[in-house]
């Protein structure tokens, strides 16, 4: 019997973990049954075998089904927030901040904060936890090359300071890489980092169920320090913020109640 898109969520789960139920159904199941067209399988059990003996074609289907477009300082008006309202603030009360940047892709977020947290501390000071669950994404984030366009946002000022021409690309300065620790988490299953000041999950919760997003919510509640801050994507304003104990503070920026 030909498998369905469950047996299929079934198996994937079996295999490397990752709950597809908890990403938009509609959407996941459309961008699977695409690949699968393309890569000119006739359903979910062949091209699954293809994933299960090929550990490459696994690398690329997860890497397709979790979409790592990111950019620099992406949504700039939202980083001028976080440079002239939060970062004092929290440096001012804390000193040294707990920051976790979760779903961090490709590295383009966690090393934009860096680069603004350099303007008030010298980079000796500054840690970051960045995580994924993707693999390939963050080998990239650890390599720290980009093309152009990613950097279209980043002021040419610290284009200067931090980035150097590297073969049609941009290299960013190993500094700045040493600031940041990139680890593979998934939000659907690992355990959370707890007393972070300033956690960064932008751009992912739109993949997921109602009821994943409530789960992980929650959980993020738990892993800020009291008073702590979190800053969330353009698309991704909490509706009821209070139901998961968070105070709205600044357009996309949320505080631990
Ligand atoms: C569109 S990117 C967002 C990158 C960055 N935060 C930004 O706003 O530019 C979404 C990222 O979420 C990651 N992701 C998807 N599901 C995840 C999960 N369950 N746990 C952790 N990361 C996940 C993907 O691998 C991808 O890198």
Redesign the pocket.
Known sequence: MCWTYEDFKKAILELTG?DLS??KEKQMKRRIDSLIRRNGYEGYQPYYRALVEDKKKLDQFLNYI??????FF?NPGQWAILEKEILPDLLERYGNLKIW??????G??PYSLVMLLAKFLPLERIRILA????RE?LDKARAGIYDARSLQSVPQELVNRYFKPFNGFFAIDSRIKACVDFKR?????DPFPDNCHLI?????MI?FTEEAKVKIYGKLHDALHQDGVLFV?STEQIIIPQKYKFQPFKPFFYKRM
Do not use: F, K, Q
């Open positions: 990752i908890s990403y979790t979409i790592n477009v990111s950019e992406r940047s979760a779903a961090c892709s490709t383009e977020e995580t994924d669950i993707d994404a988490h998934d939000l659907l299953n960064l999950c932008r751009n992912v993949y994507g």
